[in-house]
């Protein structure tokens, strides 16, 4: 499902983002990927999602070759891996209905399979109620699971969740893990990057720790230890 295989990302002499990361993770695994800042986990995230490419080495995603991938189809890519991030990049003037359906309208949806998506994805994070809101009236919490909501609407083989727990209080955080376990559950790749020891540590799940750029260990249940 993901594979990296001797992959490095060198920005300038002095700055490298990844040194020579051999890792592979099946379909259907929720894997934390954990490191201080600087570690590598953010170039790893813009690897995946074809933001920026390897300076040497091969990523693979769902069956697409990253390393050469043409920016054509780079979008049909980004339709199969889900991605949320820290900061929610809410639409502040459309409503929950409105900010997820706007994902499917950007890609020509039809109003049909709108009407039909949108309605399914809002139950799976507990919002189908508060579909009218605005994102200004919403908490952290809930303006986070709209971006999770919003991030399902093309059924996703992977979902990639950068830092989702950054901003949120420890109950919101265990809210949103919770929906995350969820989704892993229907049998979509989960990859969590995270700084948060509590939450990696409670999952007992695998986790992958950077340092420097490189994997350092790889555990199958394992704990944030650095």
Same mark, same amino acid.
Request: proline share 3%.
């Given at each position: 499902?993901?594979?990296?295989?001797?992959?490095?990302?060198?920005?300038?002499?002095?700055?490298?983002?990844?040194?020579?990361?051999?890792?592979?993770?099946?379909?259907?695994?929720?894997?934390?990927?954990?490191?201080?800042?600087?570690?590598?986990?953010?170039?790893?995230?813009?690897?995946?999602?074809?933001? *920026?490419?390897?300076? /040497?080495?091969?990523? =693979? $995603?769902? &069956?697409?070759?990253?390393?050469? %991938?043409?920016?054509?189809?780079?979008?049909?890519?980004?339709?199969?891996?889900?991605?949320?991030?820290?900061?929610?990049?809410?639409?502040?003037?459309?409503?929950? *209905?409105?900010?997820? /359906?706007?994902?499917? =309208? $950007?890609? &020509?949806?039809?109003?049909?399979? %709108?009407?039909?998506?949108?309605?399914?994805?809002?139950?799976?994070?507990?919002?189908?109620?508060?579909?009218?809101?605005?994102?200004?009236?919403?908490?952290?919490? *809930?303006?986070?699971?709209?971006?999770?909501?919003?991030?399902?609407?093309?059924?996703?083989?992977?979902?990639?969740?950068?830092?989702?727990?950054?901003?949120?209080?420890s109950i919101n955080t265990q809210e949103i893990i919770e929906i995350l376990k969820k989704i892993n559950e229907f049998g979509t790749t989960i990859l969590l990057v995270t700084h948060n020891?509590?939450?990696?540590?409670?999952l007992k799940r695998r986790v992958v720790t950077l340092h420097d750029g490189r994997v350092v260990s790889d555990e199958h249940k394992g704990k944030y230890r650095i």
């Amino acid at each position: 499902m993901i594979v990296l295989k001797n992959v490095s990302k060198q920005y300038t002499r002095d700055s490298v983002g990844l040194k020579e990361v051999n890792l592979h993770i099946e379909a259907g695994e929720f894997v934390s990927v954990v490191g201080q800042s600087g570690t590598g986990k953010t170039t790893m995230v813009k690897l995946l999602i074809a933001e *920026e490419h390897p300076t /040497s080495g091969v990523v =693979e $995603v769902g &069956g697409w070759n990253i390393s050469s %991938i043409k920016s054509h189809d780079i979008p049909l890519l980004r339709r199969q891996i889900g991605v949320i991030f820290q900061d929610f990049k809410l639409l502040a003037k459309k409503t929950v *209905e409105e900010n997820v /359906s706007f994902a499917l =309208e $950007v890609a &020509g949806e039809s109003r049909a399979r %709108i009407r039909q998506v949108v309605p399914r994805v809002l139950d799976i994070v507990g919002l189908s109620h508060k579909n009218e809101r605005y994102p200004h009236q919403l908490s952290g919490g *809930e303006q986070q699971r709209v971006a999770i909501a919003r991030s399902l609407v093309h059924r996703p083989k992977i979902l990639v969740a950068d830092e989702p727990t950054g901003n949120l209080d420890s109950i919101n955080t265990q809210e949103i893990i919770e929906i995350l376990k969820k989704i892993n559950e229907f049998g979509t790749t989960i990859l969590l990057v995270t700084h948060n020891r509590e939450v990696v540590n409670h999952l007992k799940r695998r986790v992958v720790t950077l340092h420097d750029g490189r994997v350092v260990s790889d555990e199958h249940k394992g704990k944030y230890r650095i």
